[in-house]
């Protein structure tokens, strides 16, 4: 590693004065990924802007028609927090199902989409719900928030406040891990709204979390795992690398929603 300045941030608008007055700085949250590839010399901040200490971030709200979680909020708190699990069962057990213990108790909510991480569950789940992001500067809806691999919407000094994702009627996700990674090599998240059925795949799209579409009007057809039997997902923009091929994936991509509508309430974590 190299020389970089550490700031403890108390407050938003002092985290946000910090970036400004910085060179080229960093936001760090649980540093699951950024101190990582600080290591790997693949990010090379010149300060490091900690987020933790800021009461404002964390936290769990859940309305009739939202859940908001604050960006701190770590994957452990959101699987084991009773009124999640009560609107949405399907979310707590995704955040449960995130890597392990440690990871869970370090990693966040807004690092996570922050990061769009292709192969992350948490884009999946909130491209799947829809909703939208509350930062410091604005509202980013679910669909703008995700913009490529590794790229989000954020400005320069952005910070995720909260995440507001939206209560569907019911929800089911399913996903296929990467043997030594442990990643999703691909994952499904499949949510019955009031405006109609939304699919969210995450782990095979060469810009990484997206809907897709054929599943979602084939569903809205006839809600039922039969509805996808004739449906052929193209491979043309997956991803294909050293763990699956993209003809693999856009076969997964399939079963996968087959699983996560028989599963409608809860994931299915296929190893
Ligand atoms: C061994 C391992 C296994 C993992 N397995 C999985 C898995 O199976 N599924 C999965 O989904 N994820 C997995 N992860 C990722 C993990 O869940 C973390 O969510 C992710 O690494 C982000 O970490 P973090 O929250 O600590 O963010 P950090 O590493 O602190 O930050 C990540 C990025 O987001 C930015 N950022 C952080 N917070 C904010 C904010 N509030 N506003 C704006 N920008 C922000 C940072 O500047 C940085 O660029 C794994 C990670 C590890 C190390």
Redesign the pocket.
Known sequence: MYPTKYHKANSLEQAFELYKSSQDA????????????MKQGL?A?SDL?D?SFIDE?KGIEVTPQTVVIS??T??MEVAGNKDVIRAVPCLAALAG????R???F??????????N?P?????AGFLGLGGHVE?NLRSIAAEEFFVSMFQ?A?KPG????RVHLSIAKSAGYA?F?AAA????MVGVFVARTELGTRVAV?GAGQSGVYREKSLEAALDQKFDATSLESIQISPQDLIEDMHASSVYRANLIKVLAKHAVLNMGGIVNLK
């Open positions: 960093s936001f760090l949250s649980g540093g699951h990924t950024l101190l990582p590839v990010a901040p802007i987020l971030l960006s701190m770590r994957h199902s995130i890597g392990d440690q990871v869970r370090k990693g966040t909510i807004g690092g996570s989409l922050a990061n991480d192969a992350a569950d948490y884009p930062t989000t954020l952005e910070i995720i406040k996903k891990r990674a442990r990643y999703s995450t």
